[in-house]
């Protein structure tokens, strides 16, 4: 679980935060995605992380974001963490590691749950640099992605561990859901226009 509030310092890419029942809220975060995208150079490959574990509740938003990616299909990008096989605090750095030996300067997207103030809950969140997994709850842990989307599960501030633990499952899926598909059709969309471009470069 990551912290809730990204810094905006030197960013390029003004960060989103938009309500799931937000009307339009895929087309908006397709869009968003889709001007981070444009920083992806032709030929440097996609890495999708999502943290996260299936023992908590609050805690299963990336899980449960890799398993429905993992549904799409896998032809345009590489995923690291789902239900049956999750990326979290015991092996998460040792995932780093893998994904760093195995690609040359991929382009990192990390999924993340959070917890924010009540206002924000159910919010979405997509923003330029990486998430600092584990901080909600006081865990020291890499950075990951180049840019990260995370979920506000729930309130912060006390309890963290009680909190992510008594959380709504019915929000949980329905962010993981609104997630996995914007980011899935982002990424076609980016690879539609960026493929042709890349052959006509050649």
Same mark, same amino acid.
């Given at each position: 679980?990551?912290q809730m509030?990204?810094?905006?310092?030197?960013q390029?890419? +003004?960060?989103? %935060?938009? +309500?799931h029942?937000?009307?339009?809220?895929?087309?908006?975060? /397709?869009?968003?995605?889709?001007?981070?995208?444009?920083?992806?150079? +032709?030929?440097?490959?996609m890495?999708?992380?999502?943290?996260?574990?299936?023992?908590?509740?609050?805690?299963?938003?990336?899980p449960?974001?890799g398993?429905?990616?993992? %549904?799409?299909?896998? =032809?345009?990008?590489?995923?690291?963490?789902?239900?049956? =096989?999750?990326?979290?605090?015991?092996?998460l750095?040792?995932?780093?590691?893998?994904?760093n030996?195995?690609?040359?300067n991929? $382009?990192? /997207?990390?999924?993340?749950?959070?917890?924010g103030?009540?206002?924000?809950?159910?919010s979405?969140q997509?923003?330029?640099?990486?998430?600092?997994?584990?901080?909600?709850v &006081? %865990?020291?842990l890499?950075?990951?992605?180049?840019?990260?989307?995370?979920?506000?599960? &729930?309130?912060?501030?006390?309890? =963290? $561990?009680?909190?992510?633990?008594?959380t709504?499952?019915?929000?949980?899926?329905?962010?993981?859901?609104?997630?996995?598909?914007?980011? $899935?059709s982002a990424?076609?969309?980016? &690879?539609?226009?960026?493929? +042709?471009?890349?052959?006509?470069?050649?």
């Open positions: 679980m990551s509030q990204p810094s905006t310092s030197g390029e890419i +003004p960060y989103l %935060k938009i +309500p029942t937000e009307p339009g809220i895929h087309s908006a975060l /397709i869009h968003r995605l889709l001007l981070h995208f444009a920083q992806v150079v +032709p030929g440097q490959e890495v999708i992380v999502c943290i996260g574990t299936d023992r908590s509740t609050g805690d299963c938003l990336g449960l974001v398993t429905a990616l993992s %549904k799409f299909g896998l =032809e345009h990008f590489h995923l690291f963490g789902t239900l049956e =096989e999750p990326v979290h605090a015991m092996n750095k040792d995932t780093l590691l893998h994904i030996q195995t690609f040359q991929p $382009y990192v /997207i990390g999924i993340d749950a959070c917890l103030q009540t206002s924000s809950v159910g979405i997509v923003v330029q640099g990486p998430l600092r997994p584990g901080a909600g &006081n %865990k020291e890499p950075p990951v992605g180049d840019i990260h989307v995370t979920g506000i599960v &729930n309130v912060g501030g006390f309890m =963290e $561990y009680f909190v992510l633990q008594n709504r499952l019915s929000l949980v899926v329905r962010l993981s859901e609104i997630i996995a598909s914007s980011i $899935y990424i076609k969309e980016w &690879n539609r226009n960026i493929i +042709p471009l890349a052959r006509r470069d050649q």
